[in-house]
């Protein structure tokens, strides 16, 4: 997979959630619109500051999340 360089995890930034280029706008926001249906000049639109390169990471971001497993580790 390609390095994101537009998403970011800062604790001090929305809890830690990942986020679009530190800003104040999530990755989850941002595939809730994408779900309910808006377009994505729509989002665009709406927020101004996002370019369409954000878009595609975060998907690209979701899509790596839900390929990730979690495997319990061992007690000792």
């Known amino acids: 997979m390609k390095e994101l360089k537009r998403i970011t995890l800062d604790p001090n930034v929305m809890g830690g959630k990942a986020c679009i280029r530190g800003l104040r706008v999530t990755v989850a926001m941002v595939l809730g619109l994408l779900a309910a249906g808006r377009s994505?000049?729509?989002?665009?639109?709406?927020?101004?500051?996002?370019?369409?390169?954000?878009l595609?990471?975060?998907?690209?971001?979701?899509?790596?999340?839900?390929?990730?497993?979690?495997?319990?580790?061992?007690?000792?």
């Open 40 to 54: 994505r000049e729509e989002i665009l639109k709406a927020y101004p500051y996002l370019e369409p390169g954000d």
């Open 56 to 76: 595609d990471e975060a998907l690209s971001y979701a899509a790596w999340r839900v390929e990730e497993r979690e495997v319990p580790l061992a007690v000792a």
